[in-house]
């Protein structure tokens, strides 16, 4: 079970907004930045969000990032059918000493 | 462009030890960036190793921390992660990757902007 909690799904129409949330505690997300990770079937993660609203270059503006308290979400604006995939949330845990992941959400678009 | 390649043995025994190797290319491991190890299950999903700086720093999951290390090779340009004393638990999909940096200057601690494909270790008697 992952300290950092998502819910294993989420789904919406294309040109929607989705967004998707990602639920920890004090010592991680309460202290420090969540960064976001996608995943395409068969291939490795890629990072789309870091420092919990950063976009690296070349990732669209339709994502952006906010957090709040111990929780922070994902949100996609615009959805479009190349957006289906897993994302994962990961921050520093100052308890565990760790960097720890999220246990993913699949996103479908209808 | 930076790309990284993984590479080691794909079958173990239990009390092995795992030792795969990340090539980089297009880039140096002598950098401002941290290099590390994550990997993935079906069950457990993905999972912090640990990573290095070149000549400086290393961090590791305190879960894995009696069995891991991380080495850097500048000869060679590559890292490399040990893990002694497996068991069928460790059978995952091993990707190496490059920490972010913000600015090309400022680590970003948890984020890796840079993946090999991965290599798939199984562990099994």
């Known amino acids: 079970q992952s300290v950092l909690t998502q819910p294993p799904s989420a789904s919406g129409p294309p040109g929607q907004r989705v967004t998707i949330s990602c639920s920890g505690g004090?010592?991680?997300?309460?202290?420090?930045?969540v960064n976001w990770y996608q995943q395409l079937p068969g291939t490795a993660p890629k990072l789309v969000l870091y420092n919990t609203n950063q976009r690296p270059s070349g990732v669209p503006d339709r994502l952006s990032g906010s957090k709040s308290g111990t929780s922070a979400s994902l949100a996609i604006g615009g959805l479009q059918p190349e957006d289906e995939a897993d994302y994962y949330c990961a921050s520093w845990d100052d308890t565990l000493k760790g960097v720890i992941f999220g246990g993913g959400t699949k996103l479908t678009v209808l | 462009h930076v790309r990284l390649q993984e590479s080691g043995p794909r079958l173990l025994k239990p009390s092995d030890t795992l030792s795969l190797t990340c090539t980089v290319s297009?880039?140096?491991?002598?950098?401002?960036?941290?290099w590390g190890w994550v990997r993935q299950t079906p069950g457990a999903g993905l999972e912090w190793i640990g990573e290095?700086?070149?000549?400086?720093?290393?961090a590791y999951n305190p879960s894995l921390n009696s069995r891991v290390s991380i080495s850097m090779d500048k000869l060679y340009n590559r890292l490399s992660l040990s893990l002694v004393s497996v068991t069928a638990a460790d059978t995952a999909l091993y990707y190496c990757?490059?920490?972010?940096?913000?600015?090309?200057?400022?680590?970003?601690?948890?984020?890796?902007?840079?993946w090999g494909q991965g290599r798939m270790v199984v562990v099994s008697s």
């Open positions: 290095a700086f070149y000549g400086g720093d290393s």
């Open positions: 297009g880039g140096s491991i002598i950098s401002l960036n941290w």
């Open positions: 990757a490059r920490g972010a940096t913000h600015a090309g200057t400022t680590r970003v601690v948890g984020a890796f902007d840079i």
């Open positions: 004090r010592s991680n997300i309460g202290t420090n930045d």
